[in-house]
């Protein structure tokens, strides 16, 4: 079973149940303003900065397995453009919901008889959150959360139009900008074209210099 590694309270991201209890259907209501961890959201495009403070509304129920935990966080989450490149920010509202099992919770709650489904129960367990000492640890939910929450293809406005192909110019600041297009077949076309005035130049300015000759004799 994949238990959570040893736990400390003096986390932000960690929260005690042991006021909640083990009675099924007990309720505690908990709001904290945390600073959000490393690597918050979607590396090198938008994410949660690390020290930004993050607001949450946490529900705790215990039930017979666990303690189920619902939740809201709110950050102010910033990246950058996708088509123009700009900075952006945005206040992100992300929402999670989880069932951080008792460790027995399995002698509780599955009984003696798991022979045929014990492959698939292993499988499940390996996804399963615990608890800890009554801890929880709320980073790997909270992680799961705000990707979830986050454009993976952020954009300053819908309909940004980019950045010039050709010499990087933001567009929005300039609605006229454009190229003089060039299809490079006649640009070919134009270079022999060039090359063959250039050399009749040549011939006549060679014919001039022999009648001037001519002249002089």
């Known amino acids: 079973m994949a238990h959570n590694a040893r736990l400390d309270h003096r986390n932000p991201l960690v929260f005690d149940t042991h006021r909640l ?6 309720l505690q209501r908990l709001t904290r303003t945390v600073p959000a961890p490393a690597d918050l959201g979607l590396k090198g495009v938008i994410g949660v900065p690390e020290g930004t403070p993050m607001e949450l ?14 939740g809201t966080a709110r950050a102010r989450a910033e990246g950058e453009c996708v088509r123009c490149l700009e900075p952006l920010g945005f206040d992100l509202e992300a929402d999670f919901q989880e069932l951080f099992s008792y460790p027995d919770a399995d002698e509780r709650g599955r009984g003696i008889a798991r022979s045929d489904e014990s492959a698939a ?11 800890e000492d009554e801890l929880f640890d709320l980073e790997p939910l909270l992680r799961d ?6 454009p993976m293809q952020p954009v300053c406005q819908e309909d940004c139009p980019g950045l010039c192909s050709q010499c990087g110019a933001r567009l929005a600041d300039y609605p006229d900008h454009h190229h003089d297009a060039v299809d490079i077949r006649w640009a070919a076309l134009q270079g022999l074209a060039d090359t063959m005035k250039d050399g009749e130049k040549d011939e006549m300015g060679g014919a ?9 004799k």
């Not at 509304?57 to 619902?70: A, D, I, K, N, Y």
């Not at 129960?121 to 608890?131: A, Y």
């Open 57 to 70: 509304e946490l529900r705790l129920e215990s039930v017979m397995e666990g303690v189920l935990v619902t």
């Open 21 to 26: 209890g083990r009675r099924p259907g007990a």
């Open 208 to 216: 001039g210099a022999g009648v001037d000759e001519k002249q002089e």
């Open 145 to 150: 959360a705000v990707v979830l929450a986050l």
């Open 121 to 131: 129960d292993d499988e499940e367990d390996e996804d399963r959150l615990f608890l």
